[in-house]
């Protein structure tokens, strides 16, 4: 056989084997097509939104807000700092207020008393007689408050309640019939989703920026679960609203992270059901009255809940007690960590401060407690937030007594008079710490309260707990320091 009958063999030989293929793959895709099953759908592609209507809807209800201050030379010690020159022109060429900028057709330095632009910000209508919500921080401070609506009417206000915790503040204008804004569901509202802010960055009135919600409850407040998202906000943009693709507002614009004092790409806006909540007060009464129990708190690392048995990191550890508060009162102990308040789950420690400011004081509530490798419940009376205690003192010098020396730590017991000081029942004192207990962070005049949830009550009875410790494995002691507790975890030495 010649060498073209091979290769036209060969070829034909290809070309059946070829066709088997095709044919083998057709009846797979049949089977998998009468099987019922079917490939997966693909994802839809969707065109950018367009924002018009919205903006058109809720536009009228946004306001601009300057304020401004009579003059006090004294207190200004000097004259106010200067901006750039590249900023001084964007402000020249829009023929914008140069905020805390001496005026260029005034002396540097105005007369005491004199009223001078202090600053701009934004806000928005909450009722048709001029109810308006912005920021504590835009209307702090000032001695007189002007609203501008989006048909140029400027209005003095009368700021109702400002508060400084939340971020927000109420004013009122005497006007009626105005647009007003309507109210989200901030549990509806999901990361990734479209929103836009409406303001007056710079002063730049009526300017509208978009976004998505990049996370929630980011808690970057005491007492409110922030809405991150990454709409441009700059200074100006503060009080005013996020809006949601249904023309609702579901937060204030409040703070930005930067540094260098303009937008970064990371903005963050207060859940309007939580403002809504502040602003009912702040029209009720002028201020905003919130619950308390009186600890301090911390919160509760993975290692440190295995470690005492807790199991997951969740709660808020109770640092230190305040002499005679509510918690105290109720036997709150530090080192006990909270897990629920009156049924509701603490995961994290900034929820306890939440919880608790938005009770009633007098309300009686139940504490469940993690003491010791058990769980139980107190009987606890909240009360009105006071202005912070100051911190006292406690550590004092004492004569050395004997020590024992074990985990790299020499301990004394506590003098009645220390017990009384510290008010503490049992615990001993740190004379010093080497090796692992030194890594660990303990030093000399740490008291220690209890070694893997075993409460310590004297030198002795410390050196009976430690001789009895898998000397392999880590151990974890609950320290007092001044007037805080913590969790220490001391590994050995490997």
């Known amino acids: 056989m010649d060498t073209r009958m091979q290769l036209d063999s060969w070829g034909q030989t290809l070309l059946h084997r070829l066709r088997a293929a095709s044919l083998g793959a057709t009846l797979v895709v049949g089977a998998v097509l ?75 330095q105005a007369p005491d008393g004199e009223p001078q632009q202090r600053g701009v910000g934004s806000g928005f209508v909450l009722s048709a007689d001029g109810y308006v919500m912005t920021n504590a921080h835009v209307v702090e401070g000032a001695d007189e408050v002007f609203v501008t609506l989006t048909d140029k009417r400027e209005f003095k206000a009368k700021v109702i309640g400002a508060d400084r915790r939340s971020d927000v503040a109420l004013v009122k204008i005497e006007a009626t019939g105005l647009p007003i804004v309507r109210f989200g569901d901030v549990s509806r509202l999901k990361v990734g989703e479209w929103v836009i802010a409406i303001g007056s960055p710079f002063g730049l009135e009526n300017t509208v920026t978009a976004g998505i919600v990049s996370a929630k409850s980011r808690d970057t407040g005491e007492f409110l679960p922030l809405i991150q998202t990454d709409v441009a906000i700059n200074p100006g943009n503060s009080g005013g609203p996020l809006i949601n693709m249904r023309g609702e507002v ?75 508060g509510p918690a105290e009162k109720a036997g709150v ?108 962070g303990l030093r000399e005049g740490d008291v220690i309260l209890s070694v893997d949830n075993v409460e310590i009550t004297s030198a002795k009875q410390f050196e009976s707990v430690v001789t009895k410790l898998d000397k392999s494995k880590s151990v974890t002691a609950l320290v007092r320091r001044g007037e805080n507790v913590n969790f220490i975890i001391i590994r050995p030495t490997r």
């Open 34 to 108: 009468a099987s019922g099953l079917s490939a997966p759908a693909p994802v839809r592609a969707q065109a950018l939104p367009d924002f018009t209507e919205l903006v058109e809807k809720v536009g009228p209800a946004v306001v601009n807000i300057r304020t401004t201050e009579r003059a006090r030379t004294a207190a200004r010690g000097g004259a106010a700092p200067e901006m750039d020159e590249d900023m001084l022109e964007f402000f020249r060429r829009f023929g914008l207020p140069m905020p805390n900028q001496p005026s260029p057709r005034s002396p540097r």
């Open 250 to 324: 579901v937060g204030i614009n409040s703070q930005i992270y930067s540094r260098s004092g303009g937008y970064q790409g990371i903005s963050f806006a207060i859940p309007i059901d939580e403002a809504r909540s502040v602003s009912d007060q702040l029209r009720a009464s002028g201020r905003v009255v919130r619950g308390r129990i009186a600890v301090a708190i911390d919160q509760v690392t993975k290692e440190v809940a295995e470690s005492i048995g807790l199991g997951k990191p969740m709660g808020a550890l109770v640092r230190s007690v305040v002499p005679g």
């Open 333 to 440: 102990e530090a080192g006990d960590i909270i897990t629920k308040f009156d049924g509701r789950t603490i995961e994290k420690s900034g929820d306890l401060p939440r919880i608790v400011g938005g009770v009633k004081p007098g309300t009686k509530a139940t504490l469940q407690v993690f003491r010791r490798g058990a769980f139980r419940d107190l009987n606890v009376t909240v009360a009105e937030v006071e202005p912070e205690v100051a911190k006292r003192t406690t550590e004092r010098e004492v004569k050395p007594q004997p020590t024992v020396e074990l985990l790299g730590i020499a301990v004394v017991d506590l003098t009645d008079a220390q017990k009384r000081e510290l008010k503490l029942k049992n615990g001993v004192r740190v004379e010093t710490a080497d090796g692992a207990a030194a890594r660990a």
